[in-house]
C-alpha cells in the first residue's frame, strides 16, 4: 500500500515561493507509478496542477494555470516528489494533495489517483 505524506505548506504574500514535499513509501516496481500535486477549494472541483512519473523524471506536465511558475521535481535521496512553487497569487490558496496512481502515462485528472495524502494547506495574500 503506497502511503504519501505532505509536508511544507503554510502562508505566503503574493510573488513569494513555496515548496512542498511529498514523502512515499510503499511502491511496487513492478509497475509504472505517477505522482501528482492535486489542489481545492472548498466548493470547488479538485484541480492536478503537475505530475511526474516516479524514478525516472519523465514525462511530466503542468496545469496551464501554473506553467512558469510551478516546477515538480524529485529528491532521489529522500525519496519525495517536490512542488516548487514561486511567483504566487491569491488564487493559488487551496488545500494542496499528494497524489499517487499505477499507470502508462502523467496525468492531470484527479480521478485517476488511486492513493493519496492527507493535504496541507496552502494560503496566499494579496
Known amino acids: 500500500q503506497v502511503q504519501l505524506v505532505e509536508s511544507g505548506g503554510g502562508s505566503v504574500q503574493a510573488g513569494g515561493s513555496l515548496r512542498l514535499s511529498c514523502a512515499a513509501s510503499?511502491?511496487?516496481?513492478?509497475?509504472?507509478?505517477?505522482v501528482a500535486w492535486i489542489r481545492q477549494v472548498p466548493g470547488k472541483q479538485r484541480e492536478a496542477v503537475a505530475c511526474t512519473q516516479v524514478r525516472r523524471g519523465d514525462s511530466i506536465d503542468y496545469d496551464d494555470a501554473v506553467k512558469g511558475r510551478f516546477t515538480i521535481s524529485q529528491d532521489r535521496a529522500k525519496n519525495t516528489v517536490d512542488l516548487i512553487m514561486t511567483n504566487l497569487k491569491p488564487e493559488d490558496t487551496a488545500l494542496y494533495y499528494c497524489a499517487a496512481r499505477a499507470g502508462m502515462f502523467c496525468a492531470l485528472d484527479p480521478s485517476l489517483y488511486t492513493n493519496w495524502g492527507r493535504g496541507i494547506q496552502v494560503t496566499v495574500s494579496s
Open positions: 510503499g511502491y511496487d516496481y513492478n509497475n509504472y507509478w505517477y
